[in-house]
C-alpha cells in the first residue's frame, strides 16, 4: 500500500461517522523506486489531505515534508523527490491500518490492504 | 472532371505499363468490360466520391483502419483526437458519414502532422494515416490530380537533399510482386518530380500508391469457397466453406445430443480408444489413396479443373472489378498495433480466465483518454491486463478487486501475481487494494469535485466469472456468531460474499464513477449483449454521466460486447443522490416490476418496456 491509496482510504463500518484518517501499523515496508512524473503531482496534491499525508509519512521515516504546500515549492525539483518518494515509493507491506473511531483494523498483506467488511458491518 | 473520361482513363492506366507476358490475358479482355463497369459501380462524378474529391483543403490527410473491430475505427479517433489534439467535435477533422461499405477509408484535415503522428502513436485501429497528393479512378487519374496539388505540400520533399521511394499496397486483394513492380515503375515513369535520390532504407519520404478494390463480389465468386449443402425439404443451396462447416458441427452436435452424449461422455470415449489403440500398436490404419493409375489421374485432372476454373473465376473477378480508388499519398505515420503486441497474453506471467486481450486493454485505455500524470483505477482488476496499457501511457494505477485469491496469487496453482505481470514489463506496480466496489463497500474518499481521471474496467458478469459483494449465501458460509464465538482477531474468518446481480451491478458501477471521477474523467467499462435483442434502455444512465460513445465486438452468435464510455460533464451533487440513484437504477426497476407484474406492462410505452425487459432477462441469462 502507498501512502497516495491511504490517503483516500477510509472506515465504512456500519455507525462510523469519521472513519478518517486510518492509523497505520508497520510491520514491514519497503522502497520501490519508480520515475518521477511532476505533472502527476502537481495535480493530486490539491486532492491530498495534506496533514494526513504528512503525518503518514513522517511515521514512515520521510521527514522533511513542510506544513502546507505553495505553487512556489511545486516547481523545486528538491520538494517534487521528496514528495514523490513518500507519495509513491514508500510502500508498506506487512501492517495494518486502524480506524480512528472504531478500532476497526483491516490488516494489510503482501502490500494489499483488506478493506471487506464483515457480514454485520455493512 | 467527367465520369467517361475516368473510365478511359482506366484502361490506360492498367494496361499501359504492366508487364506484358504476365497480364496479356486481363487486358485483353478488359476494354470491352470495363467502361459499363465503372459507370454503374462507382458514383456518378469523381467529386462527389467523398474519397476522392479534390478538395485538398478539407480532404488533405486519408485514413486507413485495420480490418479488426470496424465499430471502433470512428470512437477511438475521436478519442484521441480529443486526447492528443483537444478536438471535442470531429466533425471539423472529418465526416463520419463519407465512409463507405467494405472500404476502411476516411479523408480527414488534422490540425498538424504532430497530431497526426501523436494520434498514430497510440491507435490500434489505425493502419497509417497519409497525406494525399493525387486521388483517381485509375493511377493516371490521380497522377492528374497530383499536378494540382498544393506545392507546399510537395516542395518539401522534393528538394534534391531529400531522400525518397515509392511502395505499392491494394486493399481488397493480393497483389503479385510483378503487378507492384509494374505499379512502382508506371508511376516512376510518370514523373513524380521528386528531385533527390532514391533510399530504400531510410527514405525522408514514402509515396505510397494504393489501390482500392471492392473485396465482396471477389470472395463470393471464388468457386473453392462455395460449397451445397442439402436442406432438410431436399433444397440444394450454395454457401461458404466456413458456413458449411459451421452447419455440420451444429448437425453433430444435434445427433449427439440425439444420442444422449455429452461432452464428457465423449471425451471419456476418446481417451479409452487412444489408450485401446496404444495396446493394440497404434491407431488404426486410415484408409489408402487409391494407387491404381487411372484414379490417380482423375483425381490429378479434377485438380487441375478446380484450378482452371478457379483462375478463370479471379481473372473475370479482377477484370469486372478494377481498383476502385488509386491514392498517390505521402505515409506521415503507421499505427500501432506493435504496442499491444509487445504484451501479448501469450507471454504474460499471471494470467486469468477472463484476462483481457492487450488489443482491446489498448483500445478501452485510449477510449478512456489516459494520458501521463494521471490517476487511474480498475475496480475489477482481476490480472491487471487494463492497467499494463494505462501504466504504459504513464497514469498511476490502482486495482481494486474483491477476490482475494486473484490480489495475492493462487497458492497452489502458481505463484505468480498481478505484481509479476508488472515487474515482468519493467513498469511501476500499480497500488492494489481488496475492495467492495458496491455501495456497502465505499472505503474510497471522495474528496470534493472527485479524483479519478478514468476509471477503467471488465466487471465480471458471470459468463467466465462471476460478480460478488459482502453478504451472505445462507446456504454456504457458517452465520457470524459461530465465528465471532471463537474472537474477531481469528484471520480464519472469511468475509462472505454473495453473487451480484449484472443490473445492480452497472448501476453501482456507473453511481461510484459518478462520485469518484473528475469532471472530464472517462468511465469505460464492458457489458456482455445479446446482439439480436440489445435495446439501449439497459444502458444505466447518470445526470453526471454522458454517454460518449458506445461500440461492440461481435463475439459467438448471438453475443457481443460492448464497450461504453461514459465522461462526466456535472459535479455530483450530494444532495441529489437519491434520484441519481433512481436514474441509475431505472432499467433495474422495469425488469423487476415486469416480473411482479408477471410480463403483463403497462400499455404505454408498452413495445419499449416489453423490448427492455427481454433484453434483461437476455442479459440475466447470459450471466447465468
Redesign the interface.
Given at each position: 500500500?502507498?501512502l497516495?491509496?491511504h490517503?483516500?482510504?477510509?472506515?465504512?463500518v456500519k455507525g462510523v461517522n469519521n472513519g478518517?484518517p486510518l492509523k497505520i501499523e508497520v510491520t514491514t515496508k519497503e522502497i520501490?523506486e519508480?520515475?518521477m512524473?511532476p505533472?502527476?503531482l502537481q495535480?493530486?496534491v490539491e486532492?491530498l489531505?495534506w496533514p494526513v499525508f504528512r503525518a503518514a509519512a513522517a511515521q514512515l521515516g520521510e521527514e522533511g515534508l513542510p506544513e502546507a504546500v505553495t505553487p512556489e515549492l511545486l516547481e523545486q525539483e528538491d520538494f517534487l523527490k521528496k514528495f514523490h518518494r513518500a507519495l509513491?515509493e514508500v510502500v508498506v507491506v506487512e501492517g495494518a491500518l486502524i480506524c480512528p473511531e472504531s478500532g476497526r483494523k483491516f490488516?494489510i498483506?503482501?502490500?494489499?490492504?483488506?478493506?471487506?467488511?464483515?457480514?454485520?458491518e455493512? | 472532371m467527367a465520369q467517361t473520361e475516368n473510365a478511359s482513363e482506366v484502361e490506360d492506366g492498367a494496361a499501359g505499363t504492366q508487364s506484358a507476358a504476365a497480364t496479356t490475358t486481363t487486358t485483353n479482355t478488359t476494354t470491352t468490360a470495363t467502361t459499363g463497369q465503372v459507370e454503374a459501380t462507382s458514383p456518378a462524378t469523381m467529386e462527389e466520391d467523398p474519397l476522392m474529391k479534390p478538395d485538398f483543403e478539407r480532404g488533405r490527410h486519408l485514413v486507413h483502419f485495420r480490418d479488426k473491430h470496424p465499430d471502433f475505427w470512428v470512437q477511438e479517433l475521436d478519442a484521441l483526437l480529443d486526447l492528443t489534439a483537444g478536438v471535442k467535435d470531429s466533425a471539423s477533422v472529418y465526416d463520419k458519414s463519407s465512409m463507405q461499405e467494405g472500404l476502411p477509408f476516411v479523408r480527414a484535415n488534422f490540425p498538424s502532422e504532430e497530431c497526426v503522428k501523436a494520434i498514430c502513436a497510440r491507435s490500434m485501429c489505425i493502419k497509417a494515416i497519409y497525406e494525399v497528393w493525387g486521388a483517381g479512378l485509375s493511377l493516371d487519374g490521380a497522377f492528374a490530380q497530383m499536378s494540382h496539388c498544393p506545392a507546399e505540400r510537395r516542395e518539401p520533399f522534393a528538394q534534391e537533399d531529400k531522400t525518397w521511394c515509392v511502395r505499392v499496397r491494394a486493399y481488397g486483394r493480393k497483389i503479385s510482386n510483378t503487378e507492384e513492380q509494374a505499379r512502382r515503375e508506371s508511376l516512376l515513369a510518370m514523373k513524380p518530380g521528386l528531385r533527390g535520390k532514391v533510399s530504400l532504407t531510410e527514405p525522408d519520404c514514402i509515396l505510397w500508391v494504393i489501390d482500392c478494390y471492392n473485396t465482396e463480389p471477389l470472395r463470393k465468386s471464388n468457386p473453392v469457397n462455395q460449397q451445397t449443402w442439402t436442406r432438410e425439404d431436399g433444397e440444394v443451396e450454395l454457401i461458404s466453406k466456413r458456413e458449411k462447416k459451421r452447419r455440420q458441427r451444429l448437425a453433430w452436435k444435434e445427433e449427439m445430443r440425439a444420442k444422449g452424449m455429452t461432452r464428457r461422455k465423449i471425451t471419456k470415449e476418446k481417451i479409452a480408444r487412444r489408450e485401446r489403440d496404444e495396446k493394440t500398436g497404434g491407431p488404426p490404419s486410415k484408409p489408402q489413396p487409391p494407387t491404381d493409375a487411372d484414379a490417380q489421374a482423375a483425381l490429378e485432372q479434377e485438380r487441375l479443373d478446380k484450378q482452371e476454373q478457379y483462375t478463370k473465376a479471379l481473372h473475370a473477378a479482377r477484370d469486372q472489378h478494377r481498383p476502385t480508388h488509386v491514392f498517390i499519398a505521402r505515409a506521415i505515420a503507421t499505427g500501432s498495433r506493435s504496442l499491444a503486441e509487445s504484451y501479448t497474453l501469450k507471454k504474460r506471467a499471471f494470467l486469468g480466465p477472463t484476462s483481457m486481450e492487450s488489443t482491446m486493454s489498448f483500445i478501452m485505455a485510449n477510449q478512456a483518454k489516459v494520458d501521463a500524470g494521471q490517476l487511474v483505477i480498475d475496480p475489477f482488476v482481476g490480472t491487471g491486463s487494463l492497467l499494463v496499457p494505462c501504466t504504459v501511457f504513464g497514469a498511476v494505477c490502482q486495482g481494486g478487486d474483491i477476490d482475494f485469491m486473484l490480489l495475492q496469487g493462487r497458492r497452489g496453482v502458481t505463484d505468480a501475481t498481478v505484481n509479476d505481470t508488472f515487474d515482468q514489463y519493467k513498469l511501476p506496480r500499480p497500488d492494489l487494494l481488496r475492495l467492495d466496489f458496491s455501495p456497502r463497500g465505499r472505503s474510497l474518499r471522495e474528496p470534493n469535485g472527485g479524483i479519478y481521471d478514468a476509471i477503467v474496467c471488465d466487471p465480471p458478469y458471470g459468463i467466465r466469472a462471476g460478480a460478488k459483494k459482502v453478504g451472505r449465501d445462507v446456504s454456504k458460509r457458517p452465520l457470524i456468531e459461530d465465528v465471532a464465538a471463537q474472537g474477531r482477531e481469528d484471520i480464519a474468518y472469511i468475509a462472505p460474499v454473495q453473487p451480484y446481480e449484472t443490473m445492480e451491478l452497472m448501476a453501482d458501477l456507473v453511481d461510484a464513477s459518478a462520485r469518484l471521477l473528475k469532471v472530464g474523467g472517462r468511465l469505460v467499462y464492458l457489458l456482455p449483449i445479446d446482439r439480436t435483442c440489445f435495446v439501449e434502455e439497459i444502458i444505466p444512465t447518470h445526470p453526471c454521466l454522458t454517454l460518449v460513445a458506445r461500440s461492440v465486438e461481435p463475439l459467438r452468435p448471438p453475443l457481443g460486447r460492448m464497450l461504453i464510455t461514459m465522461e462526466k460533464t456535472a459535479p455530483y451533487d450530494y444532495d441529489l443522490a437519491d434520484e441519481y440513484r433512481a436514474e441509475t437504477r431505472r432499467a433495474l426497476v422495469i425488469s423487476e416490476t415486469a416480473q411482479a407484474d408477471n410480463g403483463a406492462t403497462v400499455d404505454e410505452q408498452a413495445a419499449a418496456t416489453a423490448a427492455a425487459v427481454a433484453s434483461i432477462a437476455k442479459l440475466r441469462e447470459i450471466g447465468r
Open positions: 500500500m502507498k497516495l491509496t490517503n483516500m482510504l477510509k472506515c465504512n478518517y520501490r519508480t520515475e512524473n505533472a502527476f495535480g493530486i486532492k489531505e509513491l490488516t498483506t503482501n502490500g494489499i490492504p483488506n478493506m471487506l467488511l464483515n457480514e454485520d455493512v | -
